[in-house]
């Protein structure tokens, strides 16, 4: 218990929502508790380049209590939520193997998204998902090693297997891992290798739909798929993967055929959904759930019949807006700021409104696509806004410049710093083994 009778507001989960929330109740008249199971703050957009050896974890991954150390009324409780009692207004808690209950007055849900393999949960074995710092690690380990075991190998049959990439999923993640996978073959390992030639590296890019980054329209889909053509890599649109083993994928194609890819290495890209933590809360507080497991919530973000607790970014559902960090942002500082209105005693719901500032995309370097309002735009222009962007997004001066610094590095030369091979990636171990 604490002594301490201000209003307590608890916030579970510290990405973009939750850190955003954090950060707008920095001066309101409130204590905050601050519930994540890992130990820092994931800029989720920049995953890719921690795969293929741009960027380091700590550039992407700054530490919440770093963050957040001059917030003098905020505790970080580094800890899994079991329970959301919302009749008592209790959150119960794992807190490094000691149970925790937490009494809230306002509660801030922003426990985002997890990898969807749409129904087939047994693609997780063989294809890593993009969601978290721990998949980015295991997948720089499994591009890397590839290259190395390709290397050491002397069977040209599956030589060409390890240094086959297939993407699936032809969004923004799958566009830039894609075409990253290819400026590293061609640019990065050059003259690193003496039996292979890493300019011969063949990566597959797998949709579903009939286009790729298909909400940033047509113009700027076939100007996408022109560039990464151009660079190599072979595009299937209208394609599902069909079945999935440690060998490669079977992809039924467009015209209805089925074509077998040896591959090594597979990069989920294709979907997310909710965080198990949205039916958790559902259950308890008697809301309805999405079929992505997103909670519905009234216009002001606020779950229907409990207006003390909040749900924000990927966890909510609310006008079909997207899961993306930009909702995510304003979403979490639109809850903090209600809260702040309603300790001044205006008790007005005023409905969440989502000023959409774009979509990026890097194809490779100097070239990007962006959406922002009615502008489209395409190559060197696209990618210095998403350069912009990405600049201003960044958590710290020190990551802020350490970035510009790799990018420098990656982009003009042709660099990749992190390159270091840890853990089984040697070993042929699946990763179901290392997660059981």
């Not at 040209?156 to 993407?167: G, H, I, K, Q, Y």
């Not at 079977?250 to 949205?278: F, H, Q």
Request: hydrophobic letters at 40%; a neutral charge; one cysteine or more.
């Amino acid at each position: 218990m604490s002594d301490d009778d201000r209003h307590h507001v608890v916030i579970i989960g510290c990405g973009f929502g939750g850190l955003f929330a954090a950060k707008a109740l920095k001066r309101a008249p409130v204590r905050v508790t601050l519930i994540d199971r890992t130990n820092h703050h994931l800029f989720q957009p920049l995953l890719y380049q921690v795969a293929t050896g741009i960027l380091s974890e700590g550039q992407i991954a700054p530490a919440i209590r770093d963050i957040l150390r001059n917030y003098r009324s905020l505790r970080v409780v580094l800890a899994e939520v079991e329970h959301i009692d919302t009749e008592a207004q209790q959150v119960h808690a794992n807190e490094l193997g000691h149970p925790v209950t937490i009494a809230y007055d306002s509660l801030i849900v922003a426990g985002g998204a997890v990898t969807s393999y749409f129904g087939h949960d047994e693609f997780r074995r063989d294809a890593a998902g993009m969601k978290s710092l721990d998949d980015a690690l295991s997948l720089r380990g499994e591009i890397f090693g590839a290259f190395e075991r390709a290397e050491a190998e002397d069977d040209e049959e599956r030589r060409r297997a390890l240094t086959t990439f297939v993407v699936i999923g032809g969004g923004p993640t799958g566009v830039e891992m894609a075409g990253q996978l290819k400026e590293l073959s061609r640019r990065a390992l050059r003259r690193n290798y003496r039996r292979i030639d890493p300019h011969a590296t063949r990566v597959v890019l797998v949709e579903g739909g009939d286009k790729l980054v298909a909400s940033m329209g047509d113009r700027l889909s076939r100007i996408t798929a022109r560039d990464l053509s151009r660079m190599g890599v072979e595009i299937h649109l209208g394609a599902t993967v069909t079945s999935m083993d440690a060998d490669g994928v079977d992809v039924t194609l467009a015209n209805g055929s089925t074509e077998r890819i040896d591959s090594a290495t597979k990069v989920w890209a294709a979907g997310t959904r909710a965080s198990p933590l949205g039916a958790l809360l559902a259950e308890s507080a008697g809301a309805t759930i999405d079929k992505s497991g997103r909670v519905e919530v009234a216009p002001d973000c606020t779950v229907p019949g409990h207006p003390e607790i909040f749900v924000v970014g990927d966890l909510m559902a609310l006008n079909n807006l997207p899961g993306v960090a930009e909702v995510a942002m304003q979403s979490g500082a639109h809850s903090a700021l209600t809260i702040r209105r309603r300790l001044r005693g205006n008790e007005e719901a005023k409905p969440f409104t989502y000023h959409d500032l774009g979509t990026l995309a890097v194809i490779s370097r100097f070239r990007a696509v962006a959406k922002v309002g009615p502008l489209r735009i395409g190559g060197f222009g696209g990618w210095l806004l998403w350069l912009v962007v990405h600049v201003t997004f960044l958590t710290g001066f020190k990551n802020r410049f350490g970035a510009l610094a790799r990018w420098t590095v990656s982009f003009v030369g042709r660099g990749r710093y992190e390159r270091a091979l840890v853990g089984p990636w040697d070993t042929g171990q699946d990763r179901s083994a290392d997660s059981a």
